[in-house]
């Protein structure tokens, strides 16, 4: 679709009343706690996402061998790369993928720590003290 095309279908859409969240509550957003909230989420989004780069640079440094902030330029290169060339569709299968992978070692985790551990519960290193 050329870019007119799309101004014409967003257009449709907003004059049939449909509009987006935040358009939608701009006059809720006038009242001071509603601004403090929708602020504070922005806030904490913002943080997360950084958690979030800043976790898969460490794992890209140590396997690449390169600095942290490189590996943090990497990241976000990769990140806009995928997200420009295969759009909305790209994002959402690299969560379904990332999820994949997250539920996967949490399983694997979860069925180490019930193989390793004793039968007692207690830790075979002794660090929580003796029990009587």
Do not use: N
Not at 7 to 29: K, N, P, Q, T, W
Not at 40 to 65: H, K
């Amino acid at each position: 679709m050329a870019d007119s095309d799309h101004y014409h279908f967003v257009a449709r859409i907003f004059s049939r009343g449909v509009s987006d969240g935040l358009c939608r509550d701009r006059e809720a957003l006038r009242q001071p706690h509603a601004l403090c909230c929708w602020v504070t989420f922005l806030a904490t989004r913002t943080l997360a996402e950084g958690v979030r780069v800043s976790a898969i640079a460490l794992v890209v440094s140590v396997a690449l061998g390169t600095s942290e902030r490189l590996a943090v330029f990497i990241v976000i290169a990769l990140t806009v790369l995928y997200t420009f060339e295969g759009g909305m569709k790209a994002v959402i299968w690299t969560d379904v993928a990332q999820f994949l992978l997250y539920l996967t070692g949490s399983l694997l985790t979860l069925a180490c720590c019930c193989i390793a551990s004793p039968e007692d519960g207690g830790s075979e290193s002794g660090g929580g003290g003796e029990r009587e």
